[in-house]
């Protein structure tokens, strides 16, 4: 059927055009209506982004105030205190600052929220999160510690220990040499041929201990700030390592050969091998002495003093020669001691504490703006 | 062939003046409405591009270094405002797109914490207004700045 041939066809047509016609004129009012709504959208975005960034702010204020500080010392990680500025609005949105307390310092969270201007009842949200960090706040007290670690333990000639001696494998000693422990000993394996002095106990199949974690992190960052920060492997000869705050920090193995005198700790990436005359003298309180990241520590030549803890969370101790710690030698691994050593801890309770340093005197904000979320992130 | 030319002549009757100026009338309606959408489309367009860049202008005047929290002390005893001139929208030699940047930088202020702590803040608004063909237009954005000791 030819419909041009009907009548009326001028006027189907017509309608036919005029939909069209319609249905590209309302597309284009689609096109203009969201175009308005996201323009709306992005300014309440950029509101909401300046206001959770003034919150952050007040946030990083209120913890370096020293009575906020206080609070924040002695909270639990992982606990928050939920808006602290109850009657905190910029640009007109009201800002919610959190404080979550974190291993070392705190996270601070700042979120905006607004309802966008066209009536829709959805929120846009934007929150700024910062960190406060406390480089001390992981550091052992250097008077503190035992001796042992994630496997075994093993001395093997004459010692005096003033501290306990436990581990989660097996600790073995020699019965003909003179080893004198004045505190217990307990594996969570078995204890072989060493006892302790009166006093002390022994106990075998003990429950397994948690090896202490130190924050390299914070370390690394102190020694970018104040320290020496190495690149790579380092030889150490005939050297005084002097950094303004104690900390050097080495990307790789250590060796230290010759004379050496280190006034603070060294930590490294990878292995600390100590073959020549080495000095340590503390200058910081409760700083460790060695902490090797992910190698082992071998203090192989004749030594003297070392102050704080020494500690390889992944890999082996191994003493050769004579050595005075005050401090503990704490492997993730075995620590195997083969000549005289004397570690003088006062107190023998095998206690560490991550509260050392001043939590409030050294909180830093150094990295806190890199944390924005944008809508729709959280 | 005479037969032929005469039925192709019956048959094409076209339309009636009527059907013609209903046809146009709705034609010409349709289109200047969709010129007219378009015209306003446009216009609108503009307007959020101008929105955009003065944003843009805004935020990054407030991320400017004299507004860190380190020139806390500078900044309160900075009360009062400044203004400047703009450029939005670059379009040509004599058709920029000409603006009013404002920079208010208010009086200290407190605001007290949940354990009854008392901190000081500046805020401080930045606007810019400008005006096209289509009528005047501003934006305004506002941050606070506390001081960390």
Redesign the interface.
């Known amino acids: 059927m030819n419909l041009s041939?009907q009548n009326g066809f001028?006027?189907v047509?017509?309608i036919a055009?005029?939909s069209i016609?319609?249905i590209?004129?309302m597309g284009?009012?689609n096109?203009?209506v969201n175009?308005?709504e996201?323009?709306a959208k992005?300014?309440e975005n950029?509101?909401a982004f300046?206001?959770a960034?003034?919150g952050l702010?007040?946030g990083?204020?209120?913890v370096?105030?020293p009575?906020?500080c206080q609070?924040v010392k002695v909270m639990s990680k992982g606990s928050i205190?939920e808006?602290?500025?109850?009657?905190?609005a910029?640009?007109g949105i009201t800002v919610q600052v959190d404080i979550i307390k974190q291993d070392s310092g705190v996270d601070i969270r700042s979120t905006a929220f607004c309802n966008d201007e066209l009536g829709y009842n959805k929120t846009q949200v934007w929150s700024a999160y910062g960190s406060a960090s406390n480089p001390y706040d992981h550091i052992f007290n250097g008077n503190c510690g035992f001796v042992g670690g994630g496997e075994n333990t093993q001395i093997y000639y004459d010692g005096i220990y003033n501290t306990d001696i436990k581990c989660n494998g097996n600790v073995q000693g020699k019965k003909e040499y003179d080893i004198k422990v004045y505190g217990n000993i307990s594996a969570h394996g078995n204890v072989q041929e060493i006892a302790p002095e009166e006093g002390g106990t022994i106990e075998e199949n003990a429950a397994e201990i948690e090896v202490p974690e130190f924050d390299y992190d914070s370390y690394f960052k102190e020694a970018n700030s104040d320290g020496i920060v190495y690149n790579g492997d380092m030889d150490f000869e005939n050297i005084t390592l002097d950094p303004d705050n104690g900390v050097v920090y080495v990307k790789g193995n250590v060796v230290i050969k010759g004379n050496v005198t280190l006034n603070g700790c060294i930590v490294a990436r990878d292995n600390i091998k100590i073959e020549g005359s080495f000095t340590q003298n503390q200058v910081v309180d409760n700083m460790p002495a060695l902490l090797s990241k992910n190698g082992n520590i071998d203090l192989l030549h004749q030594g003297g003093t070392i102050t704080g803890v020494i500690s390889s969370r992944q890999g082996n101790i191994m003493v050769k020669e004579r050595w005075t710690f005050q401090g503990g030698l704490i492997a993730g691994e075995n620590v195997q001691i083969e000549n005289y050593v004397e570690l003088n801890i006062q107190d023998g309770s095998p206690i560490w504490s991550f509260d050392g340093g001043d939590f409030c005197d050294n909180i830093t904000?150094e990295r806190w703006r890199e944390f924005m979320v944008a809508p729709g992130g959280i | 062939m005479k037969t032929k030319v005469r039925t192709i002549t019956c048959?094409n009757k076209g339309?009636t003046l009527v059907?013609?100026l209903?046809?146009s009338t709705?034609?010409i309606l349709?289109?200047s409405?969709?010129v007219t959408?378009?015209i306003?489309?446009r216009e609108?367009?503009t307007g959020?591009r101008y929105?955009?860049y003065a944003?843009a202008l805004?935020?990054s005047e407030?991320e400017d270094s004299k507004y860190h929290?380190t020139q806390y002390t500078t900044l309160k005893t900075s009360v009062g405002t400044t203004t400047k001139n703009v450029i939005i929208d670059t379009r040509g030699n004599y058709d920029d797109i000409q603006g009013t940047m404002t920079v208010s930088i208010g009086a200290e202020d407190v605001?007290?914490?949940?354990?009854g702590?008392d901190?000081n803040?500046v805020?401080i608004s930045v606007t810019i207004s400008w005006s096209t063909t289509d009528g005047n237009d501003s934006?305004t954005?506002?941050?606070?700045?506390?001081?960390?000791?």
Request: hydrophobic residues 50%.
């Open positions: 041939k001028a006027l047509g017509a055009v005029c016609l319609t590209v004129a284009l009012v096109v203009v175009e308005v996201n323009e992005s300014f950029d509101r300046l206001a960034e003034s702010l007040f990083a204020t209120w370096k105030d009575s906020s609070q205190i808006n602290i500025f109850p009657d905190l910029v640009n904000f | 048959n339309f059907e013609l209903v046809a709705i034609a349709c289109i409405s969709i959408m378009l306003r489309s609108i367009e959020d929105r955009r944003r805004v935020i407030l929290h605001r007290t914490s949940s354990d702590v901190f803040f805020p934006i954005l506002t941050k606070t700045i506390t001081r960390i000791i």
